[in-house]
């Protein structure tokens, strides 16, 4: 399946589908997903290609850490790797804060491991990739050793149909951690469980000491070893069960139906 077969384009988007006013460059459509802090939405901005999601943030989450969530916010941007939903942007619209990024088909990790059944071949798959981009974030990130200040969990984690994951960055900056690195492991270390239990896997947990990206070299090789001959990939999977949410979401953005 090829990436270019998932790109969304703004060009093909009905502008009517877009009918709750701006905030602040973007205009907004329909709710993707209710979160903790607030909740998604689409959106799309004059003269950029990208179709877009906007997270904005209830106030009472944001409380009086304004400024730091903020400054964390800013040194997401910029950020690029293969396994993160980057910050387009972030801003302040009538006191709510909004982050912006791109918009992808697909479900959070929480909803699929709440909706679709999980198989072992996936489970090492999803943690090498996850261990991967912590690693990346551990030297690139916003705050010193960690990809934000409070770590991150299942509903951080998106599962694209196209078989991609990525963390979005920015949301974790509500959360406070004395020590930044150790609330990835832990985060990291969380997932590794759950996504286990989901999947019926046991597999590698890291070593006292071990490196997160020595954890995901063995995780990577521990999700070839549990794939075998009869590999099993996650957009695979996660198109067989969301198939008819995928064909409408595809109508949505001018995509021709899946074969």
Do not use: N
Not at 223 to 237: D, K, P, S, Y
């Amino acid at each position: 399946m090829g990436l270019g077969e998932w790109k969304l384009l703004r060009q093909a988007v009905d502008v009517d589908d877009y009918p709750f006013g701006l905030m602040g460059p973007y205009r907004v459509g329909h709710k993707v997903q209710a979160t903790r802090h607030g909740e998604r939405r689409l959106a799309i901005m004059e003269d950029d290609p990208r179709v877009v999601e906007l997270e904005w943030l209830a106030q009472e989450e944001v409380g009086d850490r304004e400024q730091a969530v903020l400054r964390s916010i800013d040194r997401s941007l910029g950020l690029e790797h293969r396994h993160l939903a980057p910050l387009l942007g972030a801003g302040l619209h009538e006191g709510i804060l909004y982050l912006a990024r791109p918009h992808r088909l697909g479900r959070s990790l929480a909803q699929v491991m709440r909706e679709a059944d999980g198989h072992a071949e996936l489970a090492p798959g999803i943690l090498y990739a996850l261990a991967e981009v912590v690693s990346f974030l551990a030297d690139e990130g916003p705050e010193p050793g960690s990809c934000s200040a409070g770590g991150f969990d299942a509903e951080d984690v998106g599962l694209g149909f196209d078989g991609v994951l990525w963390l979005r960055a920015g949301t974790q900056a509500l959360r406070e951690a004395e020590a930044p690195a150790e609330a990835d492991r832990v985060s990291l270390l969380g997932l590794c469980e759950a996504v286990g239990a989901w999947a019926g896997w046991v597999g590698p947990t890291p070593e006292v000491g071990e490196p997160i990206q020595s954890w995901s070299l063995r995780l990577r090789k521990a999700h070839r070893q549990a794939c075998g001959e009869r590999r099993v990939l996650l957009g695979t999977h996660l198109r067989r069960h969301y198939a008819s949410a995928i064909r409408i979401e595809r109508a949505r953005f001018g995509l021709s139906p899946l074969q």
